[in-house]
């Protein structure tokens, strides 16, 4: 197999000749089709996650087929096409875990991170961790659902029902979100880069009722509010945007410091929450009724030996929704 590797944080991915594996047990080996890029990936190539594993093949959205099986896995078949997400396993054994909240499990795997990912043309999972994708949709198109669709699913529940929502960072998550948002006959303030005119077009495009940059007060208070940029400064500016009793939810694994702010901001019961990973029944529940939403992702394909394009492009916002790796 084939991979890009990243041997050390703050290098550059290297295109790698390894070994073929083969799946222990429990475990899948699936031929991948496509990865997603993350913003994740790129704090796992800048070592800015804790106990980072190295060298480490990054990549967490993966589509792909099942072409060897380990002892002991049973209900998949071979040539089934699967999709391997973020949460790559969990202990099942811990207070979380028994508890329901798997998504904050005391010992578990993360693909791309602690575990190897889909950076490659092949990858091992733990096959209890791998969702069924059926064979609708296009491989590269189903990619950003894995983690942008699924995180970005665990934070528009966590964001409760409120019909006015504010989505901070307009990108591979946003942009599924607000379709996911609009389906649900809500109404979404799309707020980007001040000066982003272009990306503001996007959102509009996806049907938000408003954009502008992050530096604006909406034109109504939201009841809601999900940030996906990890930029610390924009928790003040979204608890400023919510109404009395409204929520905060930071999306990202990684944020740069929030800055002090007056308590009147907190005040009148306004709610601020992190979302982690995600457990396996959101992944069931998001991927069930992405279909009937019509998710329509925006995506820029690039070959996987041009990984460390992809990253700069997301890096530097050079394109809109969503870059996928195809081997
Ligand atoms: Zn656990
Ligand atoms: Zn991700």
Redesign the pocket.
Known sequence: MKAMVLNRPNTPLEWTDLPDRQPGPGEIRVKVLAC?V????LHVLDGELPNPRSPIIPG??IVGRIDAVGPGVAGVALGERVGIP?LGHTCGVCPYCRGRRENLCDAPLFTGYTRDGGFATATIADARFAFPLGEIGDDVALAPLL??GL?GWRALTLAGAGARLGLYGFGAAAHILAQVARWQGREVFAFTRPGDASTQAFALGLGATWAGGSDEPPPVPLDAAIIFATVGDLVPLALRAVRKGGRVVCAG?HMSDIPAFPYAALWEERQLVSVANLTRQDGLDFLKLAPRIGIVTKTTVYPLEQANQALADLRAGRFEGAAVLRP
């Open positions: 997603g993350c913003r994740t990936d967490h959205e973020w983690c942008a995180i694994i």
